[in-house]
């Protein structure tokens, strides 16, 4: 099974700073035919369920605000919030579908000082 | 506008079986895998099981392989997870979820597009 990390374990930073999330698999995810990272990135708000952010490393969803960027490949990802606001507060979890069972990171949790 | 909603969770006992249902509106049920996914109250995610488009493939996590099973119904736009032999720890919010499409890539692929809002699974004598 890939074994999904992700650092810090949680994040606690000042509304319009920058936050910055890591992921790292325990083994490529990248798919050398298509030249794409299979790796998504989930925000979980408290009582919701998780909502897609960006999906292949660096594709964002439809709606999620450009403040939110997804980078990385291989086997090393990134997920940055450019300015930190109220809303913004969550967990965030990294996942890779390369292959099943498709497992998670076990999140980051970031608050507003 | 895509909509998924569980139903058929509660409070169970150890060993006992219990059966979870989605079902689904807003897109056409028979072109997407679906998955279940949970989620312990205040914990990390975990995947449990998929199905394919036309119920051809289905796969499970080692943690609930041989007492979970994954079942879809195309003529009623339904999702459903019997489960069998319950023990504590499958306690969680079970969500079903859809698979996404990439019309980047023109193709269908694992990660999770859509999530309903969960249904609680508590395995308890």
Partial sequence: ?113 | EVQLVESGGGLVQPGRSLRLSCAASGFTFDDYAMHWVRQVPGKGLEWVSYISWNSGKTGYADSVKGRFTISRDNAKNALYLQMDSLRPEDTAFYYCAKEGYSSELFKYAEFFQHWGQGTLVAVSS
């Fill in chain 1, 1 to 113: 099974d890939i074994v999904m990390t992700q650092s810090p374990h949680s994040l606690s930073l000042s509304l319009g700073e920058r936050a910055t999330f890591n992921c790292k698999s325990s083994q490529s995810i990248l798919y050398s035919s298509n030249k794409k990272s299979y790796l998504a990135w989930y925000q979980q708000k408290a009582g919701q369920p998780p909502k897609l952010l960006f999906y292949w490393a660096s594709t964002r969803e439809s709606g999620v605000p450009d403040r939110f960027s997804g980078s990385g490949s291989g086997t090393d990802f990134t997920l940055t919030i450019s300015s930190l606001q109220a809303e913004d507060v969550a967990v965030y979890y990294c996942q890779q579908y390369f292959s099943a069972p498709y497992t998670f990171g076990g999140g980051t949790k970031v608050e507003i000082k």
